[in-house]
Nanobody, 123 residues
């Protein structure tokens, strides 16, 4: 399984961005996919996760109500819609897939990682 995140960029506070995570490999569509972020000098932290079929999602408290994860298995793509962005959301965002059951939130339990995409929110 290979993943590639894209869609990052510079946005003003209060704005929106949508990140995409393109997956490949025949098992991608059967795996839960999570989003994580890492700010400079800080640890990588959980943002949210979606179940393999898209029926279930779980979010970190800091983004709940502002971020939404969805997936289109026909396109092998998972999305992270980010609204009402804050400067504190500035980070490199990563998508990852896990062989563990949904909902898994620990970065160490995700086996497949994509290259990150940088999101910068200006105040």
């Amino acid at each position: 399984v290979q993943l590639q995140a894209s869609g990052g960029g510079l946005v003003q506070a209060g704005g929106s961005l949508r990140l995409s995570c393109a997956g490949s490999g025949r098992t991608f569509s059967s795996l839960p996919v999570g989003w994580f972020r890492q700010a400079p000098g800080k640890e990588r932290v959980f943002v949210g996760i979606i179940s393999w079929n898209g029926d279930n999602t779980l979010y970190a408290g800091s983004v709940k109500g502002r971020f939404t994860i969805s997936r289109d298995n026909a396109k092998s793509t998972v999305y992270l819609q980010m609204n009402i962005l804050e400067p504190e959301d500035t980070a490199t965002y990563y998508c990852a897939a896990t062989l563990r059951l949904y909902p898994e939130t620990r970065p160490t339990q995700f086996q497949y990682w994509g290259r990150g995409t940088l999101v910068t929110v200006s105040s």
